[in-house]
């Protein structure tokens, strides 16, 4: 059996290692990347002592399958937590950075006096979030964008200065035209089984404590236990982020967040240590797929060509569409529909003593009612540690995204221009970074529009027209880099023909 993965982004990396892995008798396979090197937006690049990341810079361990990868290419060990220190979000209110209230996660509070004594809210906006204490709970069934669902429970001034901004920095989008279920669905169904998503966040974090305190009763017990073989065992906490605790501070769940000792490309390097290198190959552009027979043929843009079993488009959708538009005209039109954001990343190194912030947190993000022209900052080097020497600062400047696609045709100093002026405005950095580091995305952040879900069931079914074929990447169930691993491998085992291989996309937390 021969297979083609076409896509060397972390979906196609994940889905040539679930077959190589599977010890099918006779399987070959083959990875095609257009590029020149593999990895797709993940990209660690080391700079005069810093560890820059252009791409993503971390990963939920709560959807375990980056976790779980990591385990089998025997990097667990390098995953590292957030710093345990201000894991919190501020949010550009009025010109000015003002912390999140303490307990404040995504969008609703969980505790309450932090919320009363904020100045991020009007008193109106304090009162109208609480009337999600009291309101029915909506329809069951159909979709919702997420603007509406947090207005309709929280209302406008929870959605223009926390949701939005912080969604803009998720999905690079508009909450009026993203599906609620599409990207968070959790919230969903704590409205559907709680009524009120205030008192299902507060039971959750209430569980939470209480697991905790358990673990670390537990915790403290074994230690007494086992106190005469101490040392064994490495340094607290060095098997991964489960000692990172549950959601703690403000906005993202920054407890469940991690990221490697190195950077996000030690899960890249050590996938490519796992295969062949005589099937990978970079520059190698797919410029026509079609059908012949039970197989596939593939035209590369330097002449190769491959006749195969099975093919794996790990690629971005749009480009899905086109390699399958002589094959299916449903699946051409499914495809090329999903639209596409841009985004930019613009890292900067300061000294410390050049930055007036007091870098109590781990970032900002800015609502667009705002109107300035970055979208949100992460203090790189405050949420993780070893991102720079002692005395320098990284900054991780996010820009582009649904609400400001004209600005990324500025060129890349008009781009370093307005990161600096917003910089100097937000948090009084006057003098010139020692260095800088940009990367632009086009169109490379899927919009999870209301009827997503539908979509994906009709591309689903489409699917089953062609055996051998199956789709992988962040179009489908999930951005996030968990959610692509995990689209690579159920796009091996649909190749491969294992049960319940065709699914595209689960239930998301």
């Not at 990447?473 to 091996?492: H, I």
Request: glycine fraction near 12%; hydrophobic fraction near 40%; charge should be neutral.
């Amino acid at each position: 059996m021969k297979v083609v993965v076409v896509g060397g982004g972390i979906a196609g990396l994940s889905a040539a290692h679930r077959l190589t892995e599977s010890g099918h008798p006779g399987l070959e396979v083959t990875l095609l990347e257009r590029s020149d090197r593999f990895g797709g937006t993940i990209r660690t690049v080391e700079r005069d002592g810093c560890l820059v990341e252009l791409g993503p810079d971390s990963f939920l361990t709560s959807k375990p399958w980056l976790s779980d990868l990591a385990g089998r290419l025997g990097v667990a060990d390098r995953i590292i937590p957030t710093a345990r220190t201000h894991r919190r979000s501020h949010v550009v209110h009025r010109g000015k950075l003002h912390p999140l209230p303490d307990g404040f996660l995504m969008m609703a509070p969980t505790r309450l006096w932090p919320m009363v004594g904020t100045s991020l809210f009007s008193w109106k906006g304090k009162a109208r979030c609480a009337l999600d204490l009291i309101l029915p709970k909506g329809s069951a069934t159909g979709d919702e964008s997420l603007g509406a669902f947090v207005r309709r429970r929280f209302g406008g001034e929870v959605l223009e200065r926390v949701v939005q901004p912080l969604i803009g920095g998720i999905y690079a989008g508009d909450p009026d035209t993203l599906s609620l279920k599409a990207t968070i669905p959790r919230f969903f169904e704590m409205e559907q089984h709680h009524r009120s998503v205030i008192k299902a966040m507060v039971a959750q974090r209430r569980a939470a404590a209480k697991q905790q305190r358990g673990a670390s009763a537990g915790s403290t017990a074994a230690k007494h236990r086992g106190q005469a073989s101490a040392g064994s065992g490495g340094p607290a906490g060095s098997g991964g982020p489960a000692g990172s605790g549950g959601p703690t501070g403000s906005g993202a769940r920054y407890g469940e967040l991690a990221s490697f000792d190195r950077g996000m490309e030690t899960i890249v390097q050590a996938l490519l240590r796992q295969l062949p290198s005589d099937a990978m190959h970079t520059q190698a552009e797919v410029t026509r797929l079609s059908r012949e027979g039970s197989g596939w043929n593939l035209t590369c843009g330097d002449g190769r060509h491959f006749h195969v079993d099975g093919v794996i488009l790990a690629v971005p959708s749009r480009h899905a569409a086109e390699l399958l538009h002589g094959t299916d005209s449903g699946l051409f039109e499914e495809l090329a529909a999903i639209p596409h954001a841009s985004s930019a990343v613009m890292n900067l190194a300061y000294r410390r003593s050049d930055v007036p912030h007091p870098l109590d947190c781990f970032g900002f993000v800015v609502p667009a009612v705002e109107d300035r022209e970055i979208i949100a900052c992460t203090f790189s080097s405050v949420k993780f540690p070893n991102r720079a020497p002692e005395g320098l600062v990284l900054l991780r400047v996010f820009l582009g995204g649904m609400l400001q696609q004209e600005l990324l045709r500025s060129d890349d100093e008009v781009l370093l221009r307005i990161v600096r002026g917003e910089l100097r405005d937000l948090m009084g950095i006057e003098n010139e970074p020692l260095h800088t580091e940009l990367a632009r995305y086009p169109d490379a952040m899927p919009q999870y529009l209301v009827g997503h879900g539908r979509r994906v069931e009709r591309i689903e079914s489409l699917l089953g027209r062609h055996p051998g074929l199956a789709l992988a990447g962040n179009a489908y169930g999930g951005v996030g880099l968990p959610d692509c691993v995990r689209s690579g491998v159920q796009a091996a085992e649909r190749v491969l023909g294992g049960a319940d291989a065709a699914q595209l996309t689960e239930p998301a937390s």
